[in-house]
């Protein structure tokens, strides 16, 4: 098979556990190159289990399906080689480092997606001058720099600071995991700004969210429902209109009259 | 933790007591009193209460409350053990209670929502008398009750005088007990308690103590944890004043899985008074996500008086959720006062103001009626300007 | 690459093993004395070491005060009994004359020291650090001596400042730690045999940093050294002391004590990174350190402030001190003290104010890994005339692992209203979310708990010399290794 024609992410029929207790429960799930998907559903329906899984989270075991990226079977894959490979999960409550400045670590995770790519590590320098850049596009005080990671950030810090980490990894595979929640319409605007830079005909998004209100702004191909660890509805993005005007229970019953 | 380590602050060798009469005489060489009359005085009207003299049952309200047995004889279990009073002691005090019958079990076994009162006097005109008592409570599963304790002793100033009082507390799966302790020693006694608590899954208990006055005046609370989801929660003041000493040791032990305990402990000196703080949070190997934190804030509010605290934790593995400790002592806020007073509070008011803020977290867990005249007598104390001095002459202390 | 899901070590618990670099023997011939214990040993040390009267004295006394004393066992640490009389307690290389300069250094001395990457010729010739190296009981090496007497200050061997400057040594030997100060201190001071010796006079701001490197060597030796410092009014120094061992399957006593002295005005800054021989992951060997340090702020305005990085020794006691007698001086204390396999660690400070508005700060980090066990103990003492004095104490614990343990024992004792105490102190771990945040951002878990420990004693190495700060970090990784994974 010519790889360049495959999709990028292929999950097939994936059930996953933590705990011992199943989560996902036949997930298939396709996306191109180039592609930006929604999943949309109701809290407690598998939307983070999936992202941590895509990320290779060691408490979330796999037990059935498979998951292709880019040709391969992640199912062995560490949550470091998941990143070095391209896969970028936005965290819906990034945590804390206390004692480890964001600036080292940032510049920690560059380096070793770098040194994977056979690149020469970034100095200080170059670094910062980069970091910057991306910094200013988010509108982000400098000072962030110098505080530990995640440590005393507000909500939208935060999450301005998982996109800054994007931009600067630059994946093939952008998970975000409710990247919108908690954040007023400035800030939102601010990170969909970021995440429609990031678009290219190689990259793909997958955005996990439970309101319309980020497909505002950055516009998806595909919108998909999850609902009790399966995807119960895929569409355009007009689903997503139709989900806020009538809910998630509409598509319980229009999945009865179907079926 | 040596001994020495343990009564660092307050020494009860057995040579200072040998010439004490282990004596529970009732009333001991006193006048009688009458206790109805004493306590209609001090508690809300219609209170359940019981009246213990020199560890004896002198008085009980009319209500015999529904839901509590209150029997004397041999106490099941063995909670003493672990209490750290020194063994002379405890030694002193089987001998005496064996002879006399006077330990006393409890059992609690509906849930009641008015409080039930416990008071122990101790009486006498005579110097050098010893008394002890020992009680046994058990609050069983899912009753809520609260517990409030009042210690004091009718004794003149000029006279010495020993309590021990040995209490320890059972409270089974999903109990809820509130026990609220006020402790008031006169200033030749020597009054030292222990309390030993178990507490079992779901269970939930919440001790708020105020101890004022004493000789030396000693509280040993040890806090087992020993069911999954048990809550402990401690509020503490010692108010030292004269020349009283007054030393808490507790130890919060948590022994099973997600325990939580919150311990706040507030000391004031002042005058003369030392006021002594030992609080231990101890997570054993195999207690998985326990959380415990414990503060310790303290007022020095003259140059004879003294603080000591020691705050300590000892945790043997990571499994946590998390554990802190913090101490302070120092004087009233310098900052405050002056804010206060550039809003035009008068500085003596201004004082009084800090120190009730100080003291209400514990003081207000107290029915306004027990605790509204200490209160009135606490602030009534006048708080000097202490102010960087000239070098007190003769005195020098030795580093050696 | 790490293939591995979820690596078997994804606990934090198994992640220790490496060797142990400095773990080696030196073959040199060396000038022991018997085993054991008495007057005639005393004797016979003093008379090797040439000493003046007054230090034979000095010495008896302490022994017979000695003899009186138990041997203390209040500390979080076990340990089977030592047995005084089977430790040598002084062993030298053995030299045929006075060395004038390092070229008449035995070349095998000084190949141990380079092994231990400090290499005292290039110290000589690039660095700007002069070092004192003692191996076993007796100081080997001192460079830089001529730039430093320029500028008045002598940094010299204990003996060597007995015979040249006796006024000095016996003005201020014993005046911060007496002989009657504590078991591990009086032995020290009837059996020490050499040690560093320093004096900055008034007014002068050292030019260099000064370190004594520290070697255990011997088997069967016990190491007691002693090191004194005096800065003069005005003067400023900043001190580094370094330490390893071989490995060996006994435990071997190091007891040294080391005195501070500040007078008006004068700053020492005294930092350690030790790294004894810590045993093997067992508990088997390793060094039991128990040391007496204090710094005495004689003078107003006096500045002492210890730093530590403590990795090694099977069992480590070490309270460094101030007494805060000056007004206006100021005492700190910065400790990093990690414990992994089976090391023990109860180590602390003691703030005693004194003067008025007296300062003192404590930072204490405490990491403890696989069988560790980590006690902070500490006393902070507001006397009576200490009026407006200030103490603040942090005091912080990192568990990684569900067989460690950490301990926590700060005292408190104020007797002054105006005085100000602040404690605090908090327990953490590294989470398995926070591993899992940093693993999805490429770093690897051994990179991320290196970065997150470091993270975690920042405060501490900032304190630290440049040079030593990277040093103390490489060295808690290397003693960190395999605790996590």
């Known amino acids: 098979m010519n790889r360049s024609q495959a999709p990028l992410l292929h999950i097939e029929s994936l059930f996953a556990t933590v705990q011992e207790k199943p989560i996902l429960k036949g997930v298939d799930l396709t996306v191109g190159a180039g592609q930006v998907h929604a999943i949309m559903g109701p809290n407690g329906s598998g939307k983070t289990t999936l992202a941590k899984v895509l990320a290779g989270h060691p408490d979330y075991q796999i037990t059935e399906g498979s998951i292709r990226y880019n040709g391969h079977d992640t199912s062995t894959w560490s949550p470091e080689k998941c990143a070095w490979q391209g896969i970028f999960l936005g965290f819906q409550y990034p945590v804390a480092i206390p004692g480890v400045s964001n600036a080292q670590f940032l510049r920690a995770s560059l380096n070793a997606l770098r040194k994977r790519q056979g690149q020469q590590p970034l100095d200080a320098v170059d670094f910062l001058k980069i970091t910057k850049e991306k910094m200013a596009m988010l509108g982000m005080a400098e000072s962030l720099l110098t505080r530990s990671v995640n440590e005393g950030f507000s909500g939208g810090e935060k999450k301005r600071n998982e996109i800054l980490q994007m931009l600067l990894l630059e994946p093939r595979l952008a998970i975000l995991d409710e990247t919108d929640s908690g954040l007023d319409i400035d800030a939102l605007k601010i990170v969909a700004q970021g995440v429609n830079a990031l678009r290219n005909a190689s990259r793909s998004i997958i955005l996990i969210t439970h309101y319309q209100r980020l497909l505002d702004y950055i516009e998806p191909d595909y919108i998909h429902v999850l609902s009790e660890g399966k995807i119960v509805h895929s569409g355009d993005k007009l689903l997503a209109q139709t989900l806020e005007a009538k809910g998630y229970s509409w598509l319980s019953e229009a999945q009865h009259v179907d079926g | ?400 | ?485």
């Open chain 2, 1 to 400: 933790m040596s001994m020495d380590e343990v009564w660092k602050y307050t020494k009860i060798a057995e040579s200072n007591f040998q010439d004490y009469a282990w004596a529970n005489e009732i009333p001991l060489a006193g006048e009688k009193i009458d206790w109805e009359t004493l306590y209609q005085s001090m508690l809300p009207p219609n209170s359940t209460v019981f009246v213990f003299e020199n560890g004896s049952l002198v008085g009980q309200s009319e209500r015999c409350p529904a839901g509590i047995t209150l029997t004397s004889g041999e106490l099941p279990g063995d909670l003493q053990a672990y209490s750290p009073s020194p063994a002379w002691l405890k030694v002193c005090a089987e001998a005496a209670l064996s002879q006399q019958g006077r330990k006393w079990h409890w059992i609690v076994s509906e849930t009641r929502t008015e409080p039930l009162y416990v008071l122990h006097f101790y009486t006498g005109s005579r110097s050098k008398q010893a008394v002890f008592a020992r009680h046994c409570v058990e609050i069983e599963k899912g009753v809520s009750a609260t517990i409030v304790e009042i210690h004091g002793d009718l004794y003149d100033n000029n006279l010495r005088g020993l309590c021990y009082g040995q209490a320890e507390m059972r409270v089974a799966v999903g109990a809820q007990v509130q026990h609220h302790r006020l402790s008031l020693a006169t200033s030749g006694m020597t009054a030292i308690a222990d309390l030993n608590v178990n507490i079992h899954d779901k269970a939930a208990y919440d001790l708020r103590t105020i101890s004022s006055g004493g000789k030396q005046h000693r509280h040993n609370v040890i806090l087992s944890l020993i069911g999954d989801h048990a809550k402990a929660s401690v509020k503490c003041l010692h108010w030292a004043s004269h020349q009283d000493s007054l030393d808490t040791h507790l130890e919060v032990q948590h022994k099973a899985n997600y325990g939580e305990s919150d311990v706040m402990i507030r000391g004031v000196a002042e005058r003369r008074g030392a006021s002594s703080v030992t609080g231990k949070i101890v997570i054993p190997e195999g207690a998985a996500q326990n959380s415990a934190q414990l503060e310790n804030k303290n007022l020095l509010l003259s140059r004879e008086a003294t603080i000591n605290s020691r705050p300590q934790l000892e945790i043997y593995h990571d499994n946590i959720q998390r554990c802190t400790h913090g101490a302070t002592v120092g004087y009233l806020d310098n900052e405050a006062l002056f804010y206060l007073q550039s809003r035009g509070i008068p500085v003596a008011e201004a004082k009084k103001m800090l120190i009730d803020s100080f003291i209400e977290p514990v003081l207000s867990a107290f029915s306004p009626v027990l605790v509204d005249e200490l209160r009135a007598q606490l602030l009534a104390i006048p708080v000097p300007i202490v102010t960087e001095q000239s070098p007190v002459s003769g005195v020098t202390e030795s580093h050696a």
């Open chain 3, 1 to 485: 690459m790490l293939e591995n899901k979820t690596p078997e070590s994804s606990t934090i618990d198994q992640w220790v093993n490496t060797e142990y670099t400095a773990g080696f023997v030196t073959e040199i011939e060396s000038d022991a004395i018997p085993a054991g214990l008495s007057e005639d040993h005393i004797r016979l040390i003093s008379e090797k070491k040439g000493e003046p009267a007054f230090m034979l004295e000095w010495r008896l006394k302490a022994y017979r005060h000695w003899l009186t004393l138990k041997e203390p066992h209040w500390a979080e640490a076990d340990y089977p009994p030592i047995d005084y009389q089977k430790i040598v307690y002084y062993s030298a290389p053995k030299v045929q004359k006075k060395l004038n300069s390092l070229d008449e250094v035995d070349p095998e001395l000084l190949r141990t020291y380079e092994k231990l990457g400090i290499s005292l010729k290039e110290q000589e010739r690039l660095s700007n650090v002069a070092v004192d190296a003692v191996f076993d009981s007796v100081s080997v090496a001192t460079t830089f001596k001529e730039r430093l007497a320029k500028e008045g200050i002598i940094f010299c061997s204990f003996s060597e400042a007995v015979q040249n400057h006796p006024a000095l040594v016996q003005q201020y030997l014993g005046s911060v730690v007496p002989y009657t100060d504590n078991f591990f201190a009086c032995l020290n001071a009837a059996v020490f045999s050499d040690g560093s010796f320093c004096y900055i006079p008034k007014g002068v701001r050292c030019p260099m940093e000064l370190s004594t490197y520290f070697r255990i060597n011997a088997a069967m030796t016990g190491q007691f050294e002693r090191t004194l410092i005096i800065a003069d009014e005005g003067s400023t120094v900043s001190y580094l002391e370094g330490c390893t061992a071989p490995m060996r399957d006994e435990n071997q006593l190091h007891a040294a004590v080391v005195e501070l002295v500040a007078l008006n005005d004068a700053k020492i800054r005294y930092a350690t990174v030790q790294n004894w021989y810590p045993g093997d992951e067992n508990g088997v060997g390793g060094i039991y350190n128990f040391v007496t340090k204090r710094g005495l702020c004689q003078g107003q305005r006096a500045k002492i402030a210890w730093t530590q990085v403590e990795t090694g020794s099977a069992i480590t006691w070490k309270y460094p001190s101030v007494v805060l007698q000056g007004d206006d001086s100021v005492g700190e204390f910065y400790s990093v003290a990690l414990t992994n396999h089976h090391q023990q660690a109860d180590t602390g400070t003691k703030m005693i104010h004194l003067g008025k508005r007296t300062r003192s700060t404590i930072v204490s980090k405490g990491i403890s890994a696989g069988h560790g066990k980590n006690t902070y103990r500490g006393l902070v003492k507001m006397g009576k005339r200490a009026d407006n004095a200030r103490n603040h104490t942090q005091c912080d614990s990192l568990l990684l692992g569900s067989t460690c343990s950490a301990n926590t024992f700060p005292v408190i004792e104020a007797k002054n209203a105006t005085a100000m105490v602040e404690h605090e102190a908090t327990t953490a771990k590294i989470s398995e979310d926070q591993l899992f945040y940093c693993r999805q951002r490429g770093i690897e878990p051994e990179d991320a708990i290196h970065m997150m420990v470091n993270g975690f004693c920042k405060q501490v190495f900032k304190e630290l010399p440049m040079e030593f700060a990277v040093e103390a970090q490489k060295l808690l990784e290397v003693s960190l290794e395999g605790a996590v994974g």
